[in-house]
């Protein structure tokens, strides 16, 4: 029989067909494998939940509500992946962007510098403390627990320093407070949501070239239309909604169109996704979460990734600072402070990323942002006290939290 018989022609295959993937997916849920489903089902859940209890939480205004409020916590979130996929942890991240927010507010309003100074001086800002914290954690040997929690007392106090001694800085530039309070056109809106699907769809299909010309399983054509579609279908009702008039006074004052913060956030995605998993860094972070003996004995730069990983939490929290400013107009000594820390440590573990390393995606920090905005805005909306909200929070980052160990657990040898 001739070499040519016994090649066998790239198709699907029973594992690219519909019963195969959720077959596999189900097999990699029994094995501890969770992925994103948790946060899908809470975010499902809830929104099901606080839309019975009060028909306004369905209303387009608090849609895009939902989208800006939780945007400050969900970029310092993706920054915080980083780090825990090396089964490290930043403690200093909502202090750090309260730093980098009060920088940016100084600067703007009482240096008078233009926008794009105070924004590069602030996100420079973000990235010195993140060098500082990766290169004591890593070249002194001190946990990052220790480190991260004496930098969240001493920015505290660095905050407190800029602003002298807790006044409160009004923000008055158009560029910096258009970040978290106005729109992009609805022709525009648009736009972004044709190249989002087109963009998409072009990974797709170009995966499944690659894979067919190496003669490997592929999906079937099916699936992958279904994913499109299915991606069309979810941003197409996004952007319908958003476009919808939402002002209670359109005459006065029109407000409809997607905020710009979300596609801010999709650039951010998209960035880091592809990082994390295109890159050689991305790869070698998953490897030194993984194992950092194993990678050392691979020949990988354990320590260059984590410094950098650190350096890229500050700059996230730096970014995640300036949405904050922008969203209340002003910082104060608590912008970065309260609770911000533990919602985006918590938007991480909720949306799925590990907290042992090793295991996480970008895509967990926005899953997980969307169910703590979800819980506080809807909480919020029924009467329920702050109170009420942080034991809420606290309940659903703590199941996060046990189902991320006990998939840890089973994914075990001989458990």
């Not at 590069?120 to 990052?144: D, F, H, K, N, Q």
């Not at 169910?371 to 909200?389: P, R």
Request: charged fraction near 10%; glycine fraction near 14%; include cysteine.
């Amino acid at each position: 029989m001739s070499v040519t018989a016994h090649k066998q022609k790239p198709d699907a295959g029973p594992g690219g067909t519909l019963p195969s993937l959720a077959g596999g997916y189900l097999t990699k849920v029994k094995g501890g494998d969770m992925g994103a489903l948790p946060a899908v089902t809470a975010l499902v859940v809830l929104c099901i939940f606080f839309w019975v209890a009060q028909p306004s939480f369905m209303t387009q205004g608090n849609f895009a509500n939902l989208l800006t409020q939780g945007g400050a916590g969900i970029v310092i979130a993706m920054g915080l992946v980083f780090v825990l996929l090396l089964g490290e942890i930043d403690l200093s991240a909502g202090f750090t962007s309260g730093v980098c927010a009060a920088v940016l507010a100084v600067t703007l309003t009482r240096q008078g510098w233009p926008w794009y100074a105070a924004v590069g001086i602030a996100l420079v800002v973000g990235l010195v403390i993140g060098l500082a914290l990766g290169l004591i954690v890593v070249r002194i040997g001190i946990p990052s627990f220790v480190v991260t929690l004496a930098a969240f007392l001493a920015l505290q106090g660095v905050a407190l320093k800029i602003m002298d001694n807790g006044t409160n800085i009004s923000i008055h530039d158009k560029t910096v407070l258009a970040i978290a309070n106005d729109n992009v056109p609805i022709l525009l809106g648009w736009g972004l949501c044709a190249v989002a699907v087109l963009g998409y769809a072009a990974v797709l299909l170009l995966r499944y070239r690659n894979r067919a010309a190496r003669g490997l399983a592929v999906e079937s054509p099916a699936v992958v239309g279904l994913k499109i579609a299915g991606l069309a279908l979810l941003l197409g009702a996004a952007v319908l909604v958003l476009s919808m008039e939402r002002s209670y006074n359109p005459a006065l004052h029109s407000l409809k169109g997607v905020p710009i913060v979300v596609p801010l956030i999709a650039v951010l995605l998209v960035l880091w996704t592809f990082v994390l998993t295109r890159t050689t860094f991305g790869r070698h972070v998953y490897a030194v979460g993984g194992s950092q003996e194993a990678a050392r004995r691979a020949g990988i730069d354990v320590d260059r990734i984590r410094i950098t990983a650190f350096v890229l939490c500050s700059a996230m929290a730096a970014i995640g600072g300036l949405i904050a400013a922008s969203r209340a107009n002003s910082v104060d000594p608590n912008t970065g402070g309260s609770d911000v820390l533990l919602k985006a440590v918590g938007a991480a573990v909720i949306g799925g990323t590990s907290l042992f390393g090793g295991r996480g995606r970008m895509l967990d920090a926005v899953l997980g942002g969307m169910v703590i905005a979800v819980i506080d805005n809807g909480m919020g909306l029924m009467g329920y006290s702050a109170g009420t909200k942080f034991i809420v929070t606290g309940l659903v980052l703590l199941l996060a939290a046990g189902v991320d160990a006990l998939s840890r657990k089973r994914a075990l040898p001989g458990r």
